[in-house]
């Protein structure tokens, strides 16, 4: 990992973390939308519990929507169109991506082709994105920062636990 990536993950504010299938259906992805504190949205691959190898790297939404929108119109997107945006550490990564735009409403795949989609308007997304960004509250541990690598679950668990114990104090204590 490069000084600008780790910069990244260390500043990055976890909006959400969510699980989906993989395009083929075989295992389940979980990814994470995140944000900078210049409030850019990013989205990565957090785990696979397949025996896929993938990069975790931060992608920026607005380097992928316009990755996509490049393309011709009368083009399906398939994943290889992500590649550019990749530093080349898997090749899944790029269909793992996909996988995650299509759970997230972005995309769709098109009929009887389960690995060509179609782009559908960004802006029920990006509205549900300024409420995750807006909100200060703990949504279910969606919207506080957690270190790279580590999962809302397990924060929110390990956070629940200290409250419990503290709570067992007071009232014995």
Same mark, same amino acid.
């Given at each position: 990992m490069t000084k600008s990536e780790d910069k990244l993950s260390e500043s990055m504010r976890v909006l959400k973390t969510a699980n989906c299938k993989t395009l083929s259906g075989k295992s389940t992805l979980t990814y994470q939308i995140g944000s900078t504190p210049d409030?850019?949205?990013? %989205? =990565?691959i957090a785990k696979n519990t397949g025996g896929g190898f993938f990069s975790d790297e931060w992608?920026?939404?607005?380097d992928i929507l316009a990755v996509l929108k490049k393309r011709s119109v009368d083009s399906p997107i398939m994943s290889h169109f992500l590649t550019p945006l990749l530093k080349g550490k898997s090749v899944n990564t790029s269909?793992?991506?996909l996988a995650a735009l299509s759970h997230l409403? %972005?995309?769709?795949?098109?009929?009887k082709k389960q690995r060509?989609?179609?782009l559908l308007d960004p802006k029920p997304f990006l509205d549900q994105?300024? %409420?995750?960004?807006?909100s200060e509250g703990n949504t279910a541990g969606a919207t506080k920062k957690v270190p790279a690598g580590?999962?809302?679950?397990?924060?929110?668990?390990k956070k629940a636990?200290?409250?419990? =114990?503290?709570?067992?104090? =007071?009232?014995?204590?």
């Open positions: 409030s850019i949205v990013h %989205l =990565r992608i920026a939404l607005d269909a793992f991506v409403k %972005l995309l769709q795949p098109l009929p060509l989609h179609e994105v300024n %409420l995750l960004m807006a580590k999962t809302t679950k397990k924060t929110i668990t636990a200290v409250k419990k =114990r503290a709570t067992v104090k =007071r009232k014995t204590g």
